[in-house]
């Protein structure tokens, strides 16, 4: 379901399947990452209006605190603004699972 400033997408990988939700803003976004149902999850703020992204943690993580981190990163530096990052997942991510998530989420965000 796509209207004006939300998009969301399905992201399934290997035997997992994830929902990914983007709102935009336009000073930034909020992605919304959920494993089977829609829940809030770890939670990471990044704003990259300088040289660096400054990053910190509002809702650690049991897994995947640097996926959720690079991820924030990635997108306040592209888009010179604020990013909310928020995931929930049943399990560690493992590398083909982070990498495809990602990669969609980057889509996401490029296609404004």
Do not use: C, H, W
Not at 53 to 68: D, E, Q, V
Not at 75 to 100: D, H, P, Q, R, W
């Amino acid at each position: 379901m796509d209207t004006p400033g939300y998009t969301k997408k399905t992201v399934d990988v290997g035997n997992r399947s994830f929902q990914v939700q983007l709102i935009r803003f336009e000073n930034g976004n909020f992605v919304s990452i959920s494993e089977g149902s829609q829940k809030l999850g770890s939670m990471v703020v990044s704003i990259g209006t300088g040289p660096t992204p400054t990053t910190t943690t509002i809702i650690p993580a049991k897994t995947g605190s640097l996926f959720l981190k690079l991820t924030a990163e990635k997108i306040s530096t592209y888009t010179k603004g604020i990013s909310i990052v928020s995931m929930f997942a049943t399990n560690e991510l493992g590398n083909e699972v982070a990498k495809a998530l990602m990669t969609n989420i980057m889509e996401m965000v490029r296609a404004e």
